[in-house]
């Protein structure tokens, strides 16, 4: 009984927002939204991604983004060289490391983070961790022959 009500309280404290996608395909732009299938808008967001061990980064990134899913759609192509290009000169031994796009913050908060104003740990207490992570498989378009019943 106890237990219920402490897990009820720790998930009050994690603010959530926005549905996520990290497009893998370099093919792809989802100009269309993949679930809804209404046309994408182009939105910049804050993304908070956290590399390891132990590194934040902060990219305010133009994504893909659905209003009425909440869905943003950010390609891993783009992410990814912006990423080693920062830390090629300051940190060479996390170029290539795992990374996970936690979730986003708010303008202000990143303006403050980019500024150095914020230590990691005011900043990991004003994300907006995501929602749902999404995945999506593409299926190319051509004629596929009918499956047998």
Same mark, same amino acid.
């Given at each position: ?39 994408? /808008?182009?939105?910049?967001?804050? =993304?908070?991604?956290?590399? &390891? ?7 305010? %990134? ?48 990143? /303006?403050?983070?980019?500024?150095? =104003?914020?230590?990691?740990? &005011? ?7 995501? %929602? ?18």
């Amino acid at each position: 009984m106890v237990k219920n009500s402490v897990n009820k309280k720790s998930d009050k404290t994690i603010k959530k927002r926005h549905r996520f996608f990290l497009n893998p395909y370099s093919d792809c732009a989802f100009t269309k939204c993949p679930k809804c299938d209404s046309k994408t /808008k182009l939105r910049k967001f804050p =993304l908070v991604i956290h590399i &390891e061990p132990k590194q934040l980064f902060l990219l305010n %990134k133009q994504c893909k983004y659905c209003p009425s899913c909440d869905l943003i759609i950010a390609k891993k192509q783009e992410i990814e060289p912006l990423m080693a290009a920062t830390f090629v000169q300051t940190n060479p031994q996390i170029v290539g490391n795992n990374y996970v796009v936690m979730g986003t913050v708010d303008k202000k908060d990143w /303006k403050e983070g980019d500024k150095n =104003l914020l230590s990691p740990s &005011e900043m990991i207490g004003r994300i907006y961790v995501f %929602k749902d992570v999404w995945n999506f498989e593409v299926i190319p378009a051509g004629w596929y022959p009918n499956e047998e019943k």
